[in-house]
């Protein structure tokens, strides 16, 4: 975490008892004056981690949910690699006929690799395509397990008081930890803060399923409402 105004980085140190975050003012002149008291920063976090929290048990029906997506998608890219595949063999007897009719010296050389040229090209388009579906078609189903199962885990850790795990947390899923003004900011990663805005939206906590909406990224302070 580094302080707004001059970017030194922000020390903890206990006064009357209580531990208070402030800039180290190592970069030289800082217009940050003020102290922020741990306790009124861990409420800043868990405001955030409320806000993309979800509970265990719309954790369960996301995921039934994604299962379902799986099986569906995997249908869905068996039958078009069966489709893709049918369309190359056909690309194939082209190649075939269009030698035959060559050797045969019914098209000119021109005219041969004109054509050639023309169907190797969709060949290729078509052995990419294939390969994109065999090897990329279900890459984001775990992303998305991974994502939502962090969206229940910060539900937990705000619940477990823990304000280590809190901040690691934290650091895992956003970037750019400031301090400004007593207020914590950082910009979450794209996925945390699509949840977090639509939170916001609705002034609840993530339900499911509402919260899949997407909405742009920006960035704003954790307590922001």
């Not at 977090?196 to 960035?219: C, G, M, V, Y």
Request: one cysteine or more; glycine letters at 4%.
């Amino acid at each position: 975490m580094r302080c707004a105004s001059c970017g030194a980085s922000i020390t903890a140190e206990i006064q009357k008892e209580h531990n208070y975050y402030r800039c180290t003012k190592k970069k030289g002149f800082c217009q940050e004056k003020h102290y922020l008291r741990e306790e009124n920063l861990i409420e800043q976090i868990k405001n955030f981690l409320q806000k993309v929290s979800l509970s265990s048990q719309d954790t369960k029906k996301v995921l039934a949910k994604l299962e379902k997506d799986e099986l569906r998608a995997k249908e869905q890219a068996k039958t078009t690699i069966q489709n893709l595949e049918g369309e190359l063999s056909q690309i194939n007897k082209k190649l075939e006929k269009l030698m035959d009719v060559y050797l045969n010296e019914v098209i000119s050389t021109e005219e041969y690799t004109s054509r050639k040229q023309k169907i190797l090209t969709r060949k290729l388009e078509l052995q990419e395509t294939i390969r994109n579906f065999e090897q990329k078609g279900l890459s984001w189903l775990e992303p998305a397990r991974e994502f939502v199962l962090k969206l229940n885990y910060a539900g937990k850790v705000r619940k477990s008081e823990n304000y280590q795990e809190m901040t690691t947390f934290l650091k895992n899923i956003g970037s750019n930890h400031i301090l400004q003004n007593r207020q914590l900011i950082f910009s979450p990663k794209i996925p945390f803060n699509l949840a977090a805005e639509r939170s916001e939206a609705t002034h609840k906590s993530l339900t499911f399923p509402i919260w899949l909406r997407r909405q742009d990224s920006n960035l704003r302070p954790i307590g922001y409402t």
